[in-house]
Structure formats: structure tokens, C-alpha cells
């Protein structure tokens, strides 16, 4: 296995990099960086003010009693009930198989981080929790994967929370997919995790459950579904003081401001209300007050100030937190120390510190995950034969080309100098004209501005010249930065966990945990040995 720093990679925003180098204009942003001597701190802090417990264990056990629980599946959930036990969460949307491997990366390493403190201390248990995002409403962001260059897509109607989605259409875009994957070990494995998932339950909830459960059993990993009437019930007063005094909006409103003056980009905007409401299982609508009436957003639901409070109380289960609030739930309902998330997930909480502590709500650890390329054997020899760096691998093939052409060109060195000599000869005519009228300046000024830029394009074909010399080559970086993912964007969003050569999937799914490093900021490059 071996690394890069994330900066060479090119694929991290100034906000990570400088997030992950702790620059100190960050430094209000969040409570606490996330080393490793953190957790523990963190974790104090939680245990003095966190008092759910009960219901929250009595929830994710009602929630997974379908599930045939692994022995440490049940020794965590055990452990939750106990006053020393934390959590540390990541959460995904219910990407149909999964979507791109990344998403394994991030259970991973919740995962593996929970392992590695457990080991190290017994004064604190650490359980690995995955949060559902089940009342997400946008279909079409996780409706498809990709296989070997395919997109299997699952077309329906929709509206509403995703997880209150029917399983309906999905045997025949899984018949399709199956019928792409070559008759073995690895076909087989996939059809029973289809057959137990997707195919043997009604709602997408309960079948992205089932197949995190199949996945991730046996390394005891906990879920939870933040669609549930007794766990909001904990959110009544936070939806409340949400709905009559906009509480959220005017905190990160202004911590918008701040990472604007200090040139970051914002991730999410808030609203005056940063509710939804279900009026059905089809239809998830915004909340909107005007002039001391709320209304529900595409519907005729109108509610005076009185009347949507009642109902908060009444029917908790009807209001679901936007982009903005579902990590405050989250907060709320667990003992969580930290979050596990991509860099624009971790971009939006920066925009979130000061309305956690506007509601009395412990600020976790916020933690890049981790991001990797998987190379197979195969792949690795082309690249050392090639002779392309690590670094390499995570530029484009025709840019890789140039740079070589251009350092290992003989006249490419001398067009700098030659360059300086024509600007040179340009600047001594310019001086000549100032003897003389106006008018011979300008075409002086003229002719240089032309010969530059007819320069530039001698440049410019003599290093395609150059690159013409190395098609061969050209064409083989193609090729094998292509069959990684890796031409046009990042493998680990593009390729599903389908689409790896493997033959057994456990196999595979234990080299990526072993991959993981939890504590580390850098970008992961390890090989895949080829076998059962």
C-alpha cells in the first residue's frame, strides 16, 4: 500500500486542504480537531450532556429486529444501552447497490476507527453507527449505478422520502445487470445479495438495510433510520423553536459571511424554515410561514402559528429537517463524537458550529474521510512499465504526454530564451520610436502583439509534433488510466463495487478495511492481489 498527500492528487478543495493542515482562520469553525487524543475529549464531553439512550437503543433494536444480528452486531447494540458507550457516524443517501465505492470507504472507516480505540482504551466504548438517509427526496441522485462502463438505472414515478419508496420495477433493472456479469463465484455472490435485499422487501428502506446488514454484518456495524415517530419525538422543542423563531437560518447566515470573507465557497443555503413536511408517503414539501401563517409548499395545506404546533406535537413523525437541521438530529439522537463524511459534506458543517450551539448541541469531530484508488496486479506492472508515478495516475493522459514530450524534447528548452530575444528585439524598436511620431509606437506595438502570438503557436505544434512522436505510449497511459476510472474523475465516484475484479467478495470487502486508515489524511493507493 501506498499514499499521496491529498494536495497532489488535484481532486481537494483549498477548504479540506487547509482544514487537514488545521490553518488557523478555520479554527472557529469547528470545536475540536479530529487526532486521534481528540476522541477521547470529545467523547467526555457527549457522555456529560447526552440523556436519549433508552429510546434510542429500544429504536435501532426495533428498527433491525427483521435482521438475523451478527455476535458483534448484538454485543454494540448491547453496549449503546451502557452510559460509557459513544458513537461515531457516517451517513449516506440509499444509493441503489450502493452507487459508488466510496461509500464503502466511509463505513470502513467508521468502522475501523471504533476497532482502533476499543483497542487502545477500555475507559470509553466506541460503536460504528450508518445513518440512513431515508427521508431524502431526490430519486434521480441515487436511482443507478454504474457497471463496466453501464448505466443500470431503476426508472419509476416518484416523490416523497426515498425510503418510503416501493421496491416495484426492481427485478427486471437487477435481471438486466445480472445478465451483463459473466456466469462464476462473483455472479452468483451479487444474485444472493439482490435476492435478499432489493428482492425480498417492499420498501427501499428496509432493502437498503438488509443489504448494509449482508455487507457489514460480521465487522458489527449498527444502523439507524432517522424516519421514525419516537425518535423526533426528541426533536419537538429544536423543530419548534425552528418554526416560530428561524433559529438556524440566522446563525448560518452568518457563518456564510465568514467563510465567504475568507474566499470559500458555500455548500448549502438556508431557509427561514429549514423543515419539510409530509403531507404523504409520496410527497415531502417545504415548510414556508408568511405573515404568521405556514404553509406547506405545492399543497393546499395551510396551518395558523397554533395549529403547526399542535400538529409538531401531535404528528412529529410529519416534520423531516432539511440539509441544514438533519445533522443537528443526528447530534441530538446519538452520543456521536465524530462524523465521517466527504469534503463537501465537511464543508457544509463548517456552516454549522454556531447553530449547534445556539441549540445546546455538542459540535462532533469532523472527519475527511478516506479516499483510494484500487489498482489490480496487472495494472500496477503496466503502470511500472510505463514508468507513470503515482501522482501520475491522477492526471490526464494527454497532459502526462506533453510534460514528457516537452522534457525530453531537444528544442522545447531553447523556446523560453528564443521568447526572450524576440520580446528583447521588440522592446530596443520600441525605444528606436520614441524618436520619431506616435503612429510608428502603435505599429510597433501591433507587429509584437501579432509575432507573440504567432510565437504561441509555434509552441503549440511543435509540442503536438512531440506528442505525435509518443502515440504509442500516449495510447497505453490511455488505456490504463482509463480502465482505473481514473480519465475523468475520481475511480472511487465513478466505479461500484460490482465492477472490481474479484472473485470473492468478502475477499474484497476485507482488503479495502485493511486498506483504511482512519487517522491518517492521505490518499490511499493499494493493489488488489488477484485471487479467490
Given at each position: 500500500?501506498?499514499?499521496?498527500?491529498?494536495?497532489?492528487?488535484?481532486?481537494?478543495?483549498?477548504?479540506?486542504?487547509?482544514?487537514?493542515?488545521?490553518?488557523?482562520?478555520?479554527?472557529?469553525?469547528?470545536?475540536?480537531?479530529?487526532?486521534?487524543?481528540?476522541?477521547?475529549?470529545?467523547?467526555?464531553?457527549?457522555?456529560?450532556?447526552?440523556?436519549?439512550?433508552?429510546?434510542?437503543?429500544?429504536?435501532?433494536?426495533?428498527?433491525?429486529?427483521?435482521?438475523?444480528?451478527?455476535?458483534?452486531?448484538?454485543?454494540?447494540?448491547?453496549?449503546?444501552?451502557?452510559?460509557?458507550?459513544?458513537?461515531?457516524?457516517?451517513?449516506?443517501?440509499?444509493?441503489?447497490?450502493?452507487?459508488?465505492?466510496?461509500?464503502?470507504?466511509?463505513?470502513?472507516?467508521?468502522?475501523?476507527?471504533?476497532?482502533?480505540?476499543?483497542?487502545?482504551?477500555?475507559?470509553?466504548?466506541?460503536?460504528?453507527?450508518?445513518?440512513?438517509?431515508?427521508?431524502?427526496?431526490?430519486?434521480?441522485?441515487?436511482?443507478?449505478?454504474?457497471?463496466?462502463?453501464?448505466?443500470?438505472?431503476?426508472?419509476?414515478?416518484?416523490?416523497?422520502?426515498?425510503?418510503?419508496?416501493?421496491?416495484?420495477?426492481?427485478?427486471?433493472?437487477?435481471?438486466?445487470?445480472?445478465?451483463?456479469?459473466?456466469?462464476?463465484?462473483?455472479?452468483?455472490?451479487?444474485?444472493?445479495?439482490i435476492d435478499q435485499s432489493y428482492l425480498s422487501n417492499d420498501k427501499l428502506t428496509d432493502a437498503t438495510r438488509k443489504l448494509v446488514h449482508l455487507l457489514f454484518k460480521d465487522y458489527g456495524l449498527l444502523m439507524i433510520d432517522g424516519d421514525d415517530k419516537e425518535l423526533k419525538k426528541i426533536m419537538v422543542p429544536t423543530f419548534e423553536k425552528e418554526l416560530i423563531e428561524s433559529t438556524s437560518y440566522q446563525h448560518v447566515i452568518l457563518q456564510n459571511k465568514k467563510?465567504?470573507?475568507?474566499?470559500?465557497?458555500?455548500?448549502?443555503?438556508?431557509?427561514?424554515?429549514?423543515?419539510?413536511?409530509?403531507?404523504?408517503?409520496?410527497?415531502?414539501?417545504?415548510?414556508?410561514?408568511?405573515?404568521?401563517?405556514?404553509?406547506?409548499?405545492?399543497?393546499?395545506?395551510?396551518?395558523?402559528?397554533?395549529?403547526?404546533?399542535?400538529?409538531?406535537?401531535?404528528?412529529?413523525?410529519?416534520?423531516?429537517?432539511?440539509?441544514?437541521?438533519?445533522?443537528?438530529?443526528?447530534?441530538?439522537?446519538?452520543?456521536?463524537?465524530?462524523?465521517?463524511?466527504?469534503?463537501?459534506?465537511?464543508?457544509?458543517?463548517?456552516?454549522?458550529?454556531?447553530?449547534?450551539?445556539?441549540?445546546?448541541?455538542?459540535?462532533?469531530?469532523?472527519?475527511?474521510?478516506?479516499?483510494?484508488?484500487?489498482?489490480?496486479?496487472?495494472?500496477?506492472?503496466?503502470?511500472?512499465?510505463?514508468?507513470?508515478?503515482?501522482?501520475?495516475?491522477?492526471?490526464?493522459?494527454?497532459?502526462?504526454?506533453?510534460?514528457?514530450?516537452?522534457?525530453?524534447?531537444?528544442?522545447?528548452?531553447?523556446?523560453?530564451?528564443?521568447?526572450?530575444e524576440l520580446k528583447s528585439i521588440f522592446d530596443k524598436l520600441e525605444n528606436l520610436s520614441e524618436l520619431t511620431e506616435s503612429s510608428f509606437a502603435d505599429m510597433i506595438q501591433a507587429q509584437k502583439t501579432k509575432q507573440l502570438k504567432g510565437f504561441e503557436k509555434v509552441k503549440k505544434r511543435l509540442i503536438h509534433a512531440e506528442v505525435k512522436k509518443n502515440e504509442e505510449l500516449l495510447n497505453r497511459i490511455d488505456s490504463l488510466l482509463t480502465c482505473l476510472s481514473?480519465?475523468?474523475?475520481?475511480?472511487?465516484?465513478?466505479?461500484?463495487?460490482?465492477?472490481?475484479?474479484?472473485?470473492?467478495?468478502?475477499?474484497?470487502?476485507?482488503?479495502?478495511?485493511?486498506?483504511?486508515?482512519?487517522?491518517?489524511?492521505?490518499?490511499?493507493?493499494?493493489?488488489?492481489?488477484?485471487?479467490?
Open positions: 500500500m501506498e499514499t499521496i498527500s491529498y494536495k497532489d492528487s488535484n481532486y481537494f478543495s483549498k477548504l479540506m486542504l487547509n482544514y487537514i493542515n488545521e490553518d488557523e482562520s478555520l479554527k472557529n469553525f469547528y470545536q475540536l480537531f479530529p487526532s486521534k487524543n481528540n476522541y477521547i475529549e470529545q467523547a467526555k464531553n457527549k457522555l456529560e450532556n447526552y440523556n436519549h439512550r433508552e429510546i434510542l437503543v429500544k429504536q435501532i433494536s426495533q428498527q433491525m429486529q427483521e435482521l438475523d444480528l451478527s455476535k458483534k452486531q448484538q454485543k454494540n447494540l448491547k453496549k449503546l444501552g451502557e452510559k460509557n458507550t459513544v458513537t461515531i457516524t457516517t451517513g449516506h443517501q440509499l444509493n441503489l447497490f450502493t452507487g459508488p465505492i466510496f461509500f464503502f470507504y466511509k463505513i470502513m472507516q467508521v468502522i475501523k476507527a471504533c476497532k482502533e480505540l476499543n483497542k487502545e482504551q477500555d475507559e470509553i466504548n466506541y460503536v460504528p453507527i450508518f445513518w440512513m438517509a431515508t427521508e431524502d427526496h431526490d430519486f434521480e441522485e441515487i436511482n443507478h449505478f454504474k457497471y463496466n462502463e453501464r448505466i443500470i438505472h431503476w426508472s419509476k414515478p416518484y416523490g416523497g422520502p426515498v425510503g418510503r419508496l416501493s421496491t416495484d420495477g426492481l427485478q427486471e433493472v437487477f435481471d438486466y445487470f445480472l445478465m451483463l456479469i459473466p456466469n462464476g463465484n462473483k455472479k452468483e455472490q451479487l444474485k444472493e445479495l467563510l465567504e470573507e475568507l474566499g470559500y465557497s458555500i455548500q448549502v443555503n438556508p431557509r427561514e424554515i429549514n423543515l419539510f413536511y409530509f403531507p404523504n408517503d409520496n410527497s415531502r414539501e417545504r415548510i414556508v410561514e408568511q405573515n404568521g401563517n405556514y404553509f406547506v409548499n405545492n399543497t393546499s395545506i395551510k396551518f395558523s402559528k397554533e395549529e403547526i404546533i399542535n400538529d409538531l406535537h401531535v404528528n412529529p413523525e410529519k416534520f423531516s429537517p432539511n440539509v441544514i437541521l438533519r445533522p443537528l438530529y443526528q447530534e441530538t439522537i446519538l452520543p456521536n463524537v465524530a462524523y465521517i463524511g466527504g469534503g463537501g459534506e465537511i464543508a457544509y458543517w463548517f456552516q454549522l458550529k454556531e447553530m449547534f450551539k445556539s441549540f445546546e448541541i455538542d459540535f462532533p469531530l469532523l472527519v475527511l474521510r478516506n479516499s483510494m484508488l484500487i489498482r489490480t496486479e496487472k495494472q500496477f506492472e503496466k503502470q511500472q512499465k510505463i514508468g507513470l508515478s503515482n501522482e501520475e495516475l491522477f492526471l490526464n493522459s494527454l497532459d502526462i504526454i506533453k510534460k514528457r514530450a516537452i522534457d525530453s524534447s531537444k528544442i522545447a528548452p531553447q523556446l523560453p530564451e528564443l521568447e526572450k481514473q480519465q475523468n474523475g475520481l475511480q472511487e465516484r465513478i466505479k461500484n463495487f460490482s465492477d472490481f475484479d474479484y472473485v470473492n467478495l468478502q475477499y474484497f470487502i476485507d482488503f479495502i478495511y485493511d486498506s483504511i486508515q482512519p487517522f491518517a489524511f492521505e490518499f490511499i493507493i493499494n493493489t488488489l492481489d488477484e485471487k479467490p
